[in-house]
């Protein structure tokens, strides 16, 4: 076992599951973790253990945390439909502190497993404007990180790794694939059915779909 040890929040979707492999083919023994946060697509939780068991990582964590009881997203409040047409600004699908709240949660386990880098699979090219996957956050938030924590007050400090921050959804699935990811084991959708079923209408299932087209790759996305 490899004394280099990393943190990936891992969702159970595409861009998560090939951070995965990124950090692994790093060298680095990693801690996945994901969140059981209210969100209607319960069904990636059960893809994110899948992911986690194919690619090897060492422990697989799913912490709970009552977003719903805050609501103002489509994917915790179910009286706010998911949209299903492209459209203008920040969409209902942004969950309000989510990467803050998860970003919080990995800094906290990785200080006690003395990992020194923590993933995250946000992306700026192909994605749907939420602020929180925009590199300006994540240079913010390892700042905070260094400044809040036993570990960087004492220099060893850590990272947040973003490697596919500028990537497009194709080279993501092309990155995956070298690298072993199963896609066929994730699911991306925003709502997708307790089987894992995809809409294949949601703007993360258009994003996926046109993916794999322009990776010239079959989908292998379960449709409902």
Known sequence: MTDKKAVILLSGGLDSATVLAMALAEGYACY?????YGQRHRAELQAAERVAR????????????????????????????????PGEGIPVTYVPARNTL???????????????????GVNAVDYSGYPDCRPEFITAFERLANLATKAGVEGEGFR??????YLSKAQIIEAGLTRGVDFALTVSCYQADADGRACGRCDSCRL?????????????????
């Open 32 to 36: 996945t973790m994901s969140f059981d």
């Open 54 to 85: 194919q690619l090897g990582a060492v422990e697989h964590k799913v912490v709970g945390i009552d977003l719903n009881g805050i609501g103002g997203s489509a994917l915790t409040d179910d009286s706010i439909a998911v949209p299903e047409e």
């Open 102 to 120: 998860f970003l919080s949660l990995a800094l906290g386990w990785a200080e006690v497993l003395g990992a020194r880098d923590i993933f995250i």
């Open 160 to 165: 947040i790794r973003a490697p596919l921050q």
């Open 208 to 224: 996926r779909a046109e993916g794999f087209r322009a990776a010239g790759v079959a989908d292998p996305t379960r449709y409902v």
